[in-house]
Antibody, heavy 115, light 111 residues
Framework: EVQLVESGGGLVQPGRSLRLSCAASGFTFDDYAMHWVRQAPGKGLEWVSGISWNSGSIGYADSVKGRFTISRDNAKNSLYLQMNSLRAEDTALYYC????????WGQGTLVTVSS | QSALTQPPSASGSPGQSVTISCTGTSSDVGGYNYVSWYQQHPGKAPKLMIYEVSKRPSGVPDRFSGSKSGNTASLTVSGLQAEDEADYYCSSYAGSNNLYVFGTGTKVTVL
């Protein structure tokens, strides 16, 4: 059974940093691209960042480019999102999702940016 | 990276069909056959319903179908059931370096 479990969310002040993690199991992690998708309270889905199976191809939404860094550790079956210079508008539930079609999603980890 | 355009709402009676559009550009929807559709019930994670424009994952009822014409993709739900009431989002691959974009979302109501 595919499982994606996000962690690392919490309350953080504007301008500070946070690192999210996603632990994957139930599939061959290094066969798939992985993504972070967020959803602000009461709003729609927004793709944040994606990374290919071997980290050779990485993309970011314009809204986070230069502030967020995606990475993965295939030996640990884990995906990460380093978020720096956080803003109030980054407040959202952050999901990790598997593969090109986002065929499996975790339950999300909530990030709240507020003073 | 502009969001794909979806109608805010759609509705139908049980047994009827509803079609949701998803309009992008030649740089995303029109340029690739990597359009997907997701169903999201309140408080739940999204669930993949259609991938690569018209393919259904295992376990998704064949009442759900997808298509694409030019820069617009569509999701049709036939034989509407109460459990189909949810938010629906499209997404599309948008080019090199793993770029993707989501639609604005459509709330489907079963009357």
């Amino acid at each position: 059974e595919v499982q994606l479990v996000e962690s690392g969310g919490g309350l953080v002040q504007p301008g500070r940093s946070l690192r999210l993690s996603c632990a994957a199991s139930g599939f061959t992690f290094d066969d798939y691209a992985m993504h972070w998708v967020r959803q602000a309270p009461g709003k729609g889905l927004e793709w944040v960042s994606g990374i290919s199976w071997n980290s050779g191809s990485i993309g970011y939404a314009d809204s986070v480019k230069g502030r967020f860094t995606i990475s993965r550790d295939n030996a640990k079956n884990s995906l990460y999102l380093q978020m720096n210079s956080l803003r109030a508008e980054d407040t959202a539930l952050y999901y990790c999702a598997k593969g090109r079609g986002f065929d499996y999603w975790g339950q999300g980890t909530l990030v709240t940016v507020s003073s | 990276q502009s969001a794909l355009t979806q109608p805010p709402s759609a509705s139908g009676s049980p047994g009827q069909s509803v079609t949701i559009s998803c309009t992008g550009t030649s740089s995303d929807v029109g340029g690739y056959n990597y359009v997907s559709w997701y169903q999201q019930h309140p408080g739940k994670a999204p669930k993949l319903m259609i991938y690569e424009v018209s393919k259904r994952p295992s376990g998704v009822p064949d009442r759900f179908s997808g298509s694409k014409s030019g820069n617009t993709a569509s999701l049709t739900v036939s034989g509407l059931q109460a459990e189909d009431e949810a938010d629906y989002y499209c997404s599309s691959y948008a080019g090199s370096n793993n770029l993707y974009v989501f639609g604005t979302g459509t709330k489907v109501t079963v009357l």
